[in-house]
């Protein structure tokens, strides 16, 4: 069986990872969430990453439809610039 990141076997030995964590007792709870990094830390902060996108872009859409309904074109050019980041 291949073990990457793609196969069954993976996905199961994360879950098996998860739940052991989970039944162990509150002090291991404890030492877990005042770790640095934790084996789910890079994916917690993927998922992190992932939504605040998502935010940055819904309310870089609704900025540049106000934009257009107030016709600013100099808020507008901003928003669709390189750097619009800089522009929320």
């Given at each position: 069986?291949?073990?990457d990141?793609?196969?069954n076997y ?14 162990h007792?509150t002090?291991n ?6 770790r640095e ?14 939504v605040?996108?998502?935010f940055?872009e819904?309310?870089?859409v609704?900025e ?5 309904a107030n016709k600013?074109?100099e808020r507008?050019?901003?928003l669709?610039s390189?750097n ?5």
């Amino acid at each position: 069986m291949k073990n990457d990141k793609n196969s069954n076997y993976y996905k199961q030995e994360v879950n098996l990872n998860m739940y052991m964590d989970a039944i162990h007792d509150t002090d291991n709870t404890e030492l877990i969430l005042l770790r640095e990094k934790t084996r789910y830390t890079d994916g917690a902060n993927k998922i992190i990453q992932k939504v605040q996108n998502e935010f940055l872009e819904k309310r870089r859409v609704e900025e540049i439809d106000l934009a257009l309904a107030n016709k600013d074109k100099e808020r507008f050019m901003k928003l669709t610039s390189e750097n619009w980041k800089d522009a929320l």
